[in-house]
Every structure is written in structure tokens, then in C-alpha cells.
């Protein structure tokens, strides 16, 4: 098993163990989160990152505790966001919603909720960016008062139309330094942001400011069949994952990097043999 | 059939003919070209932009002398492009295939090729970037010599891995600004740049440069089911076209709207029937 010479040339070193490796539950959604954390556990795994889905029917402090006995840390809770809508009541749910989301992060010992901010179709795009920054203000007093933070993830330019209406790291670093509070930041994710020409300087931005939260890996397929759900393993597909990661450390990030693979196809294999690739590819491509 | 608030929010006047509606071969694709000419002429749309495909076994002077007698203006020849390769061979083939695209557009009468720029999966779009530079450098003396132009244009960053390194309007104004030639310009893409928070502040760029060469519409659909060929009529999806139709017209652009469509949808469509679609689409929603 060898480097790929993409990677190898920024001199980044490779990883040698899986302690900085952080898996979403969604990663491999068939497993139930017991049976996440048993196998996450198993390969020295060091981090989880927990859907809500993965949280139903399950009393939360209990499962906070399951995580820790499997000595997972847990990273973040996903997700928050969606704030814009058309209507104010609209708008309402998804303020009380998010308010819940911090709640469970607070239960499970979350750092952090993730933001997909959010979109909606037949509203402008600005006046979706406007609703996005008064949502996260609305809810900053509910974050801060159960020592929870806000990461926003800036998301792809095609999830522009309905799941989020900030498209790029210029544009979450400008949200974050407006809001200006220690309670908000970033979630990097190199699928969404590995094709901007300002990545780099906006990393680094992101950094100095004390804002740079998470940071999520995993490839670009080509071709790509599924908007959604045809995210490629790291080694996969073109993106310089090893590059990102290592503008990344140089703004000061020393924390998990995170798995967050949606994939049809992966979904349909044996989850054991697929946390075998994903190990591969964070110690060779990654 | 009314206007949508939307677009009558910004108080761009609606078209009232099909005198600036210009359709590209591909839209009405199984259409021979013959077919399509005699379609849109009937309708007095004014404008046709010609794939290559749409050209094969033909005599171009013939073909250009046909929409010529059917009232048609042949706005553009799409398309060139493709520079950036590995191996110095493929670029080669690159150039020589482009110096042909512009001999055609010649014969046609076309007044500017269409470049899609390309991008190689395993070579960083940094790299990528300067082969299209170069590539377009060195096309400038052969397009000069046929007084035909060059319009790149910027593609969704969906398509950073292997159609086009060049995502954003910003990227094109520094490229065509760096290569400060008559012969080089920009085709404006609603459907790639339509997120983009700088796009107004670029266009009016674009246009004070001289570079706005072309303008192209329709509409990004939710949910979009393939990355490629599911592109909306416009009023279909979450564009705002009269809002950036009013952009570009206030950068100085008086051209054609040029209606762009890939869909397999309306391919397995009567095309007769989709044309009424189109120019309703064009009258009300653009």
C-alpha cells in the first residue's frame, strides 16, 4: 500500500494511528450507534461524530456514557440550521428546533452543533443569508448558556437552491466575524470547499480568528452520479485531501479529522469490511 | 399566464418578442440542425448558437448560408476548450483541436468559440489553470488571423474535477484581464454562477472590460437528479434571471439571451411542444 504522489508532495505526514480519526455515525448509517462505537472502538478509533437520527428513541445520557466507555470522544452533534423560510413561523420551528439540537449536544457532551444553514427556493439568496445570521444571533444566549458551540459549514455552491445559502469559507468567515462571538465558528469540509481558488488564504483567515471548529474529509467522485449521496472514500477522487489538511494545521487546527461519507453504494456494503477502506484510505490518503 | 413577483420584483422589463432569443443546438437536440432552423425561424427567434455535433457530414458554408436565409443570427460555436492534460501529447491535441473549432467558427460566420476550459482529475487546479492560460495564449495568434474570439466560460464548481478549473466569474475576469487581448472574452452562465455572492460586483467587472461577450439562461431545478443533464426551463427553478439579466444588461450587454438546456426530460419531449415551453419560459421568466 503506497502514498499517492499527489499527497506525498506537500510533506504532510501521514498518519500513523486512527486517534485523530473522527467517524459521522451517518458514515455507516446501517450500524445502530451501539454498534458504531463497539466497532469504531475496536480500531483504536479515537472520535465520534453523532447524528440526531442516531440519538431516537435512546435516553441520551446513557448513550453519552456508552460512547466514553468505548473511550470514543465525542466531536460534535449534527446537525443544526435550516433557518430560512418564507414564512416567520416557518422561521420559529426551525429556532426552537436548533435550540433542541443544543440541548442534546449539552446532554452528550457535544462541543459543538453543526450548522447547515440552510436555503429556500423562491427567496433570494441574500435575503437567505440575512435569515441564516438572525437565526444563529437568536440562538447564541441558548448556546452560551449551555456551553455549546455553533459551527457553521459552509456547503457546496449546488446545495445553493434548498440546503444552505452559505456557499463558500469567504462567505462563513464573514458570518463569524460579523456575529463575533466565542461561540460561533467554522466546520471546514473538503467536498464542499476544495474547488475555491481562496481556500487557502480563507483557511488561514478562518484560523487566526479562532474560528475553525471541525474538519471533515472524505473524496470527489468522477463522475459524481448523486448530488447527495455519491461521496467518494478518501484516495477516491481528486481532491488534494493531504494539502487542505495541511493548510489546516498550519491555521492552528489540532483537533479530529472527521469522516462524513454519504454513499449509496457504501451504505450497501458490509460496514466492517467498508471501516477497513475508510482506514485505509485516512492512513494513505488522508 | 402571469410574471412571477420574483422576477417582476426587479422591474426589468419582460421581452415582448423573440427578436434577442438565441437557442443552442443542443437544447432542441433531436432536432437535426436543418430541422431546428426551420422550428425556431417560424417562431422569429433571431438567434442560434451551433454545437460542433450539430455540424458533422455537413458543408459549413452551406449549413451557415441556411440559418442565414432562415432570419438566423449565429451567435456562437460551442465549443472549445478542454487544455488542461497530464501529458504535454494531450495538450497538443488539445490546441490542434481548438485551431480547427475556430477554422468552423469562421466558416460559419460565428463571432466566438465557446470554451469550456477543462480540468484532469490528479492534477491540481492550480496546475490546471495555467495549462488554460497557456492553451488560450497560444490560440490567440490563429483566432486573430479569423477574426473569431474567445469567450471562457466559467463553470459550476460541480464540474471542477474534470470540465473546467475556471469556477467563478472572478477567475475568468483575472484570466481574460491577464491576457488582455481583443480576442478574449467571457460567456456569463446563469445556471453555473447564479449562487455566487460576488456575481453582480464581476459582471459589472466583466462588462466595463469589454469582456461580456455572452449570456446564457436557464434554471437550476430541486431537487436536480444528475449533475449534467437536468438543467430547468427557466421559471422551473430557484434562478432569478431577470435580476441577473438586469446585471448584465446594466454592464452594457445588449446581445442575445441564449437558451442553453440539457435535459434528458425535454430531449425524450416533442420538441415542438418544448419550444413552446422555451419561449413561454423566455417571455415570463427571464
Known amino acids: 500500500m503506497s502514498t499517492t504522489p499527489l499527497a506525498e508532495s506537500f510533506g504532510e505526514p501521514a498518519f500513523r494511528d486512527f486517534s485523530r480519526l473522527c467517524i459521522h455515525t451517518i ?6 450507534i451501539e454498534e458504531a462505537a463497539k466497532h469504531y472502538s475496536r480500531s483504536g478509533i479515537g472520535g465520534i461524530s453523532v447524528w440526531r437520527d442516531a440519538l431516537a428513541n ?14 470514543l470522544s465525542v466531536v460534535s452533534l449534527c446537525r443544526g440550521g435550516f433557518f ?38 423562491g427567496q433570494s439568496l441574500t435575503e437567505s443569508r440575512k435569515q441564516i445570521r438572525d437565526g444563529i444571533a437568536a440562538l447564541l444566549p441558548h448556546a452560551e448558556a449551555n456551553g455549546v458551540r455553533l459551527a457553521i459549514e459552509p456547503l457546496h455552491p449546488m446545495y445553493a437552491d434548498n440546503r444552505s445559502a452559505i456557499n463558500t469559507l469567504g462567505q462563513a468567515n464573514d458570518m463569524a ?3 463575533n462571538s466565542p461561540y460561533v465558528g467554522i466546520a471546514i469540509d ?74 449509496n453504494r457504501y451504505w450497501a456494503e458490509d460496514q466492517a469490511e467498508f471501516l477497513e477502506k475508510i482506514k485505509h484510505g485516512y492512513l494513505h490518503h488522508s
Not at 458514515?27 to 445502530?32: G, H, N, Q, V
Not at 448523486?226 to 487542505?244: A, V
Open 27 to 32: 458514515t455507516t448509517r446501517p450500524w445502530a
Open 190 to 263: 473538503v467536498y464542499h470547499l476544495w474547488w475555491d481558488p481562496d481556500l487557502e488564504k480563507e483557511i488561514a483567515r478562518c484560523g487566526k480568528n479562532g474560528h475553525l471548529y471541525a474538519f471533515h474529509i472524505c473524496d470527489w467522485k468522477t463522475p459524481t452520479l448523486d448530488l447527495l449521496n455519491d461521496r467518494g472514500l478518501m484516495g477516491e477522487g481528486c481532491i488534494n485531501i493531504r494539502q487542505i489538511r495541511s493548510w489546516v494545521e498550519a491555521a492552528g487546527f489540532s483537533g479530529f479529522n472527521e469522516v462524513e461519507i454519504f454513499s
Open 84 to 121: 430560512p423560510h418564507l414564512e416567520a413561523a416557518g422561521r420559529q420551528i426551525a429556532l426552537d428546533d436548533n435550540r433542541r439540537a443544543i440541548d442534546e449536544a449539552a446532554e452528550l457532551g457535544a462541543p459543538h452543533v453543526v450548522l447547515v444553514c440552510g436555503a429556500t427556493p
Open 58 to 71: 435512546r435516553n441520551i445520557r446513557e448513550t453519552s456514557q456508552l460512547l466514553r466507555d468505548h473511550n
Open 177 to 179: 466575524e460579523e456575529l
